[in-house]
């Protein structure tokens, strides 16, 4: 029997003035789309903006102190990888933004 373990990690994800601390399999966090639907369900106030059309990007603080934007998979798994290298558990600000388009103006 192949015992393919998975390792879990705990991050906190921070949006307005809500931090909600989870735990997240390392298969999971492969991937950035996951880890968006994820956020959604775990902020009710993200969620009911669905019909807007919205992007979710994430800002944690690197080893050097800036903060970094991430938007991609591959950029998450930097962000962990530095994190989990800083020995912190990871924290990643959630930050919404509303692409609107130029019709809704009207």
């Known amino acids: 029997s192949s015992s393919s373990t998975t390792c879990n990690q705990h991050i906190k994800f921070i949006f307005e003035s809500e931090i909600r601390r989870v735990s ?23 969620k009911e903006r669905e019909e807007e059309d919205i992007s979710l990007y994430l800002r944690w ?10 938007s991609s ?7 962990l990888r530095l994190m989990a290298a800083m020995e912190k558990t990871s924290r990643f600000e959630v930050v919404v933004v509303v692409r609107t388009s130029p019709e809704k103006e009207l």
């Open 61 to 70: 603080v690197d080893d050097e102190g800036d903060t970094i934007t991430s």
């Open 24 to 46: 997240v399999s390392d298969r999971a966090l492969n991937d950035f789309d996951n880890i968006a639907n994820l956020i959604r369900n775990l902020f009710p106030s993200i």
């Open 73 to 79: 998979s591959e950029e998450l798994m930097l962000a």
